[in-house]
């Protein structure tokens, strides 16, 4: 029987293009990867989601002289819940989507995230409103009074995305069952709001369909096209909406370390030793 972690401990990557070796010990809150271009920051997620996608099939994945493992807390766990956020904006490049898409607005690599996120948001909202009702319908009274509170981290979705995007008037319709927004007279669509905040928009959604559950969330420079003020709150933001979050990412910005997280940052150099010959 599967049963699913909590977070990730540890990630282990044995030949590391050819010539180094990565064992990275992991927080269960907050980890954060530096070092300068070229280092491997960038290669060292994408391998340890590479294997996740494969985790189906095998527990280490060797290749092109390359074993990575990951190790999980609980240890006899056999997989973990996880989100990849993609922060760059670029042209959608897969052309086989493009064809299929019934929205033609979804146009770049974020649409794509935030077109994907709409309908989990959808699923989300079904499956809050089916609790909300169980609960309701209790015949135990405490279990009834807990049912105001399974949509709260709804509201303080909006409410943080509403603060995020005042400077510019835009808040959410909270009257809509997909994510809309009114600014002034205008209802818009998530495919009309800057990269900046279709990033933004993307990364707390991304948490909140989480639904609160144990996750991993994993980061590429979340920086990349946010105002530096959303880049040091972003990691509180992240972990108000879903304490249960671990957060792996990689970053060049002081900015986003600047708000207490500075014991979270790791140099790729101090987790990195030579291939044994």
């Known amino acids: 029987m599967e049963k699913k972690a909590e ?25 954060i990867l530096s070092g300068i271009n070229g280092i491997g920051k960038s290669t060292i997620l994408n391998a340890s989601v590479h294997l996740l996608d494969m985790l189906s ?44 898409m019934a929205d033609k607005n979804v146009k770049t690599e974020l649409d794509w995230q935030v077109y994907q996120l709409q309908r989990r948001y959808l699923d989300y909202q079904v499956n809050i409103g089916n609790r ?10 405490e279990e009834r009074a807990k049912a105001a509170q399974v949509s ?28 809309r927004f009114i600014q002034g007279d205008e209802l818009l669509c998530p495919y009309q ?10 990364i707390l959604l991304t948490v909140l369909v989480q639904d609160n559950q144990y996750s991993v969330l994993f980061m590429d420079e979340p920086e990349v096209s946010l105002h530096i003020e959303w880049q ?3 990691i509180f933001l992240i972990r ?7 957060i792996i990412l990689t970053t060049h910005s002081p900015a986003v370390i600047m708000d207490g997280w500075l014991d979270a940052v790791t140099e790729v150099s101090d987790i ?4 044994n010959k």
């Open 232 to 234: 040091q709150q972003m």
């Open 132 to 141: 909300i009702i169980e609960l309701l319908t209790s015949e135990d009274e």
């Open 7 to 31: 977070y990730i401990k540890r990630i282990e990557i044995i030949g590391l293009w050819g010539r180094k070796n990565i064992v990275w010990d992991l927080r269960p809150d907050v980890n």
């Open 272 to 275: 990195s030793s030579g291939v």
């Open 57 to 100: 099939q095998a527990i280490e994945r060797n290749g092109d002289k390359m074993k990575v493992k990951i190790h999980f807390e609980p240890e006899d766990a056999t997989f973990v819940q996880y989100d990849v956020i993609r922060s760059f904006d670029g042209p959608l490049l897969h052309s086989d989507i493009m064809e299929k």
């Open 152 to 179: 709260v981290p709804k509201k303080m979705f909006q409410d943080m995305v509403d603060e995020l995007f005042k400077e510019t008037n835009k808040r959410i319709d909270r009257k809509s069952n997909e994510i």
């Open 240 to 246: 108000k909406l879903n304490p249960h979050a671990q």
């Open 193 to 202: 709001l800057s990269s900046g905040e279709k990033q933004m928009l993307v």
